[in-house]
């Protein structure tokens, strides 16, 4: 079987064997062999200035509740894991952070960083004790370097708090709302996160149908 193209390797973890998925009117999708991360061929996604003004069509604010409830579905079974004083970053807090908001406020001090809407690079280069990526990971091109980015920001026992909708099987996937955001490029199941922990040796929960805790092992 001949080898896809370099830009066709899994943007996850950069195996070779990622056949056509899917197919519709306007993106074609692939799926790894080895970690089945789902993933958007480079060709169809949008550019920067387009990807930013559909985030800039969003509207959540820090003080919405219904946003809040949202996001309470990661923040309480995280703080429930936290040593009191602990500091975390959130990665990806888009225009609107209120997950920062609300760690911060129970008492969990949490910065942020978004590439269009708090680029601060400097916060890159510290640990943290916990790590969120709320609905971001499904955004990332090169999944592949962010989650590295993301384990090396956290001190060892630390936790890595996500929230992305799990993607299942091909008939599941042609219905599925999820794909349907033009931003929405990478596209993690139950099995790519089982086999991300198992290569980077982190403990994970899956926390409800969308919330995934991961954490990084203590030092020996």
Known sequence: MSALPHDLNCPL??????????????????????????????GCRLDAVAEKAEYDLHENRPDDKGYRRFLAR????????????SRGLDFG???????????????????????????YPARLQQCYDFVCCTEAIEHFYRPGREWQQLLTLLRPGGWLAIMTKLAQDQA?????????????????????????????????????????????????
């Open 13 to 42: 973890c950069d195996h070779i064997e990622t056949p056509l998925f899917w197919q519709d009117a306007r993106r074609r999708y692939h799926r790894c062999d080895r970690c089945r991360l789902i993933f958007v061929e480079p």
């Open 93 to 119: 807090c888009g225009p609107g952070p209120a997950l920062a908001a609300m760690l911060t406020e129970a008492g969990f001090a949490t910065t942020t960083y978004d590439p269009y809407y708090a680029h």
């Open 74 to 85: 990661v923040a309480e079974p995280l703080m429930t894991r936290l040593p009191a004083g």
């Open 172 to 220: 599941a996937f042609a219905n599925w709302h999820y794909k349907q955001d033009p931003t929405h490029v990478s596209f993690f199941s139950r099995e790519t996160f089982l086999w991300l922990a198992a290569r980077d040796g982190l403990g994970i929960e899956f926390i409800g149908a969308d919330v995934i805790l991961l954490q990084i092992p203590e030092s020996v």
